[in-house]
């Protein structure tokens, strides 16, 4: 099994900026996909983006510019730099890892972006 903890949600102004963390424990290997997720109120579940085990990462057309993640495996850590941030960004943030057969979930964290 595999756990994800999440952190660095919060109240953020526009323009503001806030960094997201997760970090993997259990059953790690090295070859594995990680991402984030987002849920915004009364919208479906959207990709923010993936990033391999290798450093190759796609975004959401709607975060292109402004988000960075980036990974540590030695420490089975993804990060989630967020930039420029508007209120439709507001949302709870979902941290994933894609291994061999099995997908697993955070718990999440909210940002909520406004004045």
Do not use: H
């Not at 806030?18 to 009364?42: E, K, Q, T, V």
């Not at 990033?51 to 960075?68: C, E, L, M, Q």
């Not at 030695?74 to 061999?100: F, H, W």
């Amino acid at each position: 099994q595999v756990q994800l903890v999440e952190s660095g949600g919060g109240l953020v102004e526009p323009g503001g900026s806030l960094r997201l963390s997760c970090a993997a424990s259990g059953n790690i290997g090295s070859i594995y996909n990680m991402g984030w997720y987002r849920r915004a109120p009364g919208k479906e579940r959207e990709l923010v983006g993936i990033i391999t085990s290798f450093g190759t990462v796609n975004y959401a057309d709607s975060v292109k510019g402004r988000f960075s993640i980036s990974r540590d495996n030695s420490k089975n850590m993804v990060l989630l730099q967020m930039n420029s941030l508007k209120p439709e960004d507001t949302a709870v943030y979902y941290c994933y890892l894609i291994r061999g057969p099995g997908e697993y979930w955070g718990q999440g964290t909210q940002v909520t972006v406004s004045s």
